[in-house]
Protein backbone atom coordinates (compact mmCIF):
# COMPACT_ATOMS: atom_id res chain seq x y z
CA UNK A 1 0.00 0.00 0.00
CA UNK A 2 1.52 3.46 -1.13
CA UNK A 3 -1.29 5.47 0.03
CA UNK A 4 -1.35 8.89 1.42
CA UNK A 5 -4.27 10.17 2.59
CA UNK A 6 -5.40 13.82 3.17
CA UNK A 7 -8.35 15.91 5.07
CA UNK A 8 -9.80 18.15 4.13
CA UNK A 9 -9.86 18.14 0.34
CA UNK A 10 -11.24 21.19 0.30
CA UNK A 11 -10.73 24.44 2.68
CA UNK A 12 -12.03 27.64 2.93
CA UNK A 13 -10.85 30.11 5.68
CA UNK A 14 -10.86 33.85 6.53
CA UNK A 15 -8.20 35.76 7.39
CA UNK A 16 -8.77 35.62 11.17
CA UNK A 17 -9.41 31.77 11.36
CA UNK A 18 -7.25 28.90 12.78
CA UNK A 19 -7.60 25.63 10.77
CA UNK A 20 -5.51 22.71 10.47
CA UNK A 21 -4.78 20.20 7.75
CA UNK A 22 -4.34 16.54 8.14
CA UNK A 23 -2.26 13.86 6.67
CA UNK A 24 -1.77 9.87 7.17
CA UNK A 25 0.60 7.25 5.98
CA UNK A 26 0.45 3.97 7.00
CA UNK A 27 3.76 2.48 5.23
CA UNK A 28 5.83 2.87 8.02
CA UNK A 29 7.54 6.01 6.45
CA UNK A 30 9.54 7.96 8.91
CA UNK A 31 10.52 11.11 6.91
CA UNK A 32 7.13 13.47 5.99
CA UNK A 33 7.14 16.56 4.45
CA UNK A 34 4.04 19.49 3.50
CA UNK A 35 4.63 21.48 -0.10
CA UNK A 36 2.67 24.43 -1.50
CA UNK A 37 1.97 24.41 -4.70
CA UNK A 38 0.52 28.00 -6.47
CA UNK A 39 -1.71 27.76 -9.52
CA UNK A 40 0.56 26.80 -12.86
CA UNK A 41 3.60 26.05 -10.85
CA UNK A 42 5.69 23.52 -9.60
CA UNK A 43 5.45 22.25 -5.67
CA UNK A 44 7.37 24.11 -3.46
CA UNK A 45 8.90 22.04 -0.15
CA UNK A 46 8.01 24.10 2.84
CA UNK A 47 9.00 21.66 5.81
CA UNK A 48 10.36 17.86 6.70
CA UNK A 49 9.89 16.22 9.85
CA UNK A 50 12.44 13.25 9.79
CA UNK A 51 11.45 10.23 12.96
CA UNK A 52 8.96 13.05 13.96
CA UNK A 53 11.26 15.88 14.51
CA UNK A 54 11.21 18.78 12.10
CA UNK A 55 14.53 18.81 10.36
CA UNK A 56 13.69 21.16 7.56
CA UNK A 57 11.71 24.57 7.88
CA UNK A 58 11.95 25.87 4.03
CA UNK A 59 11.75 29.89 6.05
CA UNK A 60 8.51 29.17 5.96
CA UNK A 61 5.91 32.33 7.62
CA UNK A 62 5.36 31.30 11.58
CA UNK A 63 1.45 31.50 10.51
CA UNK A 64 2.41 28.21 9.20
CA UNK A 65 2.79 25.84 12.32
CA UNK A 66 3.47 21.79 11.44
CA UNK A 67 3.44 19.21 14.14
CA UNK A 68 4.04 15.45 14.10
CA UNK A 69 2.31 13.79 16.84
CA UNK A 70 3.18 10.22 15.75
CA UNK A 71 5.28 8.67 12.97
CA UNK A 72 2.24 8.02 11.11
CA UNK A 73 0.84 11.91 11.35
CA UNK A 74 1.55 15.37 10.14
CA UNK A 75 -0.61 18.27 10.21
CA UNK A 76 -0.48 21.48 9.27
CA UNK A 77 -1.75 24.24 11.67
CA UNK A 78 -2.83 27.88 9.72
CA UNK A 79 -3.44 31.17 11.57
CA UNK A 80 -3.94 34.48 10.10
CA UNK A 81 -3.35 33.31 6.41
CA UNK A 82 -3.52 35.92 3.62
CA UNK A 83 -4.92 35.58 0.44
CA UNK A 84 -1.52 35.19 -1.26
CA UNK A 85 -2.07 31.99 0.45
CA UNK A 86 -4.36 29.81 -1.42
CA UNK A 87 -3.01 27.38 -2.68
CA UNK A 88 -2.61 23.65 -3.56
CA UNK A 89 -1.18 21.98 -0.34
CA UNK A 90 0.51 18.39 -0.82
CA UNK A 91 2.05 16.16 1.44
CA UNK A 92 4.35 13.44 0.97
CA UNK A 93 5.96 10.40 3.12
CA UNK A 94 9.57 8.63 2.49
CA UNK A 95 11.34 5.61 3.79
CA UNK A 96 14.91 6.11 5.44
CA UNK A 97 16.15 3.63 2.75
CA UNK A 98 14.92 5.76 -0.19
CA UNK A 99 14.50 8.72 -1.13
CA UNK A 100 11.08 8.07 -3.02
CA UNK A 101 8.72 10.19 -1.72
CA UNK A 102 5.15 9.57 -2.23
CA UNK A 103 2.10 12.27 -2.10
CA UNK A 104 -1.59 12.40 -1.23
CA UNK A 105 -4.10 13.98 -2.97
CA UNK A 106 -3.66 17.37 -1.76
CA UNK A 107 -5.63 20.23 0.18
CA UNK A 108 -6.80 22.64 -2.05
CA UNK A 109 -6.94 26.09 0.19
CA UNK A 110 -9.12 29.14 -0.35
CA UNK A 111 -8.25 32.32 1.96
CA UNK A 112 -10.90 34.84 1.50
CA UNK B 1 20.83 25.21 -4.88
CA UNK B 2 19.97 22.64 -7.78
CA UNK B 3 18.66 23.93 -10.81
CA UNK B 4 15.92 21.83 -12.63
CA UNK B 5 14.83 22.38 -16.30
CA UNK B 6 12.34 20.75 -17.96
CA UNK B 7 11.72 21.08 -22.15
CA UNK B 8 9.65 21.51 -23.56
CA UNK B 9 6.95 23.23 -21.78
CA UNK B 10 3.99 22.45 -24.00
CA UNK B 11 3.15 19.75 -25.87
CA UNK B 12 -0.14 18.98 -28.04
CA UNK B 13 0.06 15.47 -29.72
CA UNK B 14 -2.38 13.31 -31.12
CA UNK B 15 -3.76 10.09 -29.63
CA UNK B 16 -1.22 7.50 -30.80
CA UNK B 17 1.74 9.68 -31.09
CA UNK B 18 5.12 8.97 -29.13
CA UNK B 19 6.69 11.69 -26.99
CA UNK B 20 9.83 12.79 -25.53
CA UNK B 21 10.22 14.83 -22.29
CA UNK B 22 13.27 16.32 -20.98
CA UNK B 23 14.98 17.14 -17.83
CA UNK B 24 18.13 18.25 -17.25
CA UNK B 25 19.50 19.45 -13.45
CA UNK B 26 22.71 21.11 -12.11
CA UNK B 27 24.27 18.69 -9.97
CA UNK B 28 24.71 15.38 -9.11
CA UNK B 29 22.16 13.80 -7.00
CA UNK B 30 20.85 10.38 -5.47
CA UNK B 31 17.45 10.68 -6.16
CA UNK B 32 15.11 11.50 -9.57
CA UNK B 33 11.37 10.87 -9.78
CA UNK B 34 8.98 11.39 -12.35
CA UNK B 35 5.47 12.15 -11.42
CA UNK B 36 2.14 12.84 -13.56
CA UNK B 37 -0.21 15.48 -12.13
CA UNK B 38 -3.94 14.58 -12.72
CA UNK B 39 -6.13 17.69 -13.76
CA UNK B 40 -7.45 17.42 -9.38
CA UNK B 41 -4.13 18.05 -8.11
CA UNK B 42 -2.80 14.52 -7.72
CA UNK B 43 0.94 13.62 -8.10
CA UNK B 44 1.10 10.22 -9.53
CA UNK B 45 4.62 8.46 -9.33
CA UNK B 46 5.96 7.32 -12.54
CA UNK B 47 9.42 6.34 -11.78
CA UNK B 48 12.19 6.79 -9.68
CA UNK B 49 15.10 6.78 -11.18
CA UNK B 50 18.56 8.09 -10.26
CA UNK B 51 20.59 6.42 -12.71
CA UNK B 52 19.32 3.63 -15.72
CA UNK B 53 16.93 2.59 -17.53
CA UNK B 54 12.79 1.60 -16.18
CA UNK B 55 10.13 0.75 -18.10
CA UNK B 56 6.30 0.84 -17.18
CA UNK B 57 3.77 -0.20 -19.64
CA UNK B 58 3.73 2.57 -22.38
CA UNK B 59 6.33 4.79 -20.29
CA UNK B 60 9.96 4.35 -19.96
CA UNK B 61 12.95 6.30 -18.39
CA UNK B 62 16.44 6.89 -18.70
CA UNK B 63 18.32 9.17 -16.52
CA UNK B 64 22.37 9.35 -17.43
CA UNK B 65 23.00 10.39 -14.31
CA UNK B 66 27.13 11.66 -15.35
CA UNK B 67 25.60 13.95 -17.92
CA UNK B 68 22.53 15.32 -15.89
CA UNK B 69 19.94 14.52 -17.95
CA UNK B 70 16.46 12.23 -17.46
CA UNK B 71 14.09 11.17 -20.63
CA UNK B 72 10.63 10.21 -20.19
CA UNK B 73 9.42 8.25 -23.19
CA UNK B 74 5.71 8.07 -23.70
CA UNK B 75 4.53 5.64 -26.16
CA UNK B 76 1.40 4.71 -28.24
CA UNK B 77 -0.61 8.32 -26.45
CA UNK B 78 -3.86 7.92 -24.62
CA UNK B 79 -5.94 11.08 -24.15
CA UNK B 80 -5.76 9.97 -20.58
CA UNK B 81 -2.16 10.73 -20.29
CA UNK B 82 -2.83 14.83 -20.87
CA UNK B 83 -1.57 16.82 -17.58
CA UNK B 84 1.88 18.09 -16.60
CA UNK B 85 4.82 15.88 -16.10
CA UNK B 86 6.98 16.88 -13.45
CA UNK B 87 10.57 15.90 -12.76
CA UNK B 88 12.04 16.13 -9.63
CA UNK B 89 15.54 15.97 -8.25
CA UNK B 90 17.29 15.59 -4.71
CA UNK B 91 16.32 14.68 -1.31
CA UNK B 92 13.83 17.99 -1.00
CA UNK B 93 12.79 17.29 -4.33
CA UNK B 94 13.20 20.40 -6.40
CA UNK B 95 10.32 20.05 -8.70
CA UNK B 96 11.37 21.83 -12.27
CA UNK B 97 8.39 23.90 -14.12
CA UNK B 98 6.68 20.78 -15.54
CA UNK B 99 5.74 19.82 -19.03
CA UNK B 100 1.78 20.87 -19.85
CA UNK B 101 1.00 17.61 -22.37
CA UNK B 102 -2.17 17.72 -24.44
CA UNK B 103 -3.02 14.36 -26.49
CA UNK B 104 -6.00 15.43 -28.65
CA UNK B 105 -8.24 12.16 -30.28
Known amino acids: DTEVTQTPKHLVMGMTNKKSLKCEQHMGHRAMYWYKQKAKKPPELMFVYSYEKLSINESVPSRFSPECPNSSLLNLHLHALQPEDSALYLC???????????FGPGTRLTVT | GIQVEQSPPDLILQEGANSTLRCNFS?????LQWFHQNPWGQLINLFY???GTKQNGRLSATTVATERYSLLYISSSQTTDSGVYFCAVGQKLVFGQGTRLTINP
Open chain 2, 49 to 51: IPS
Open chain 2, 27 to 31: DSVNN
Open chain 1, 92 to 102: ASSSQGSHEQY
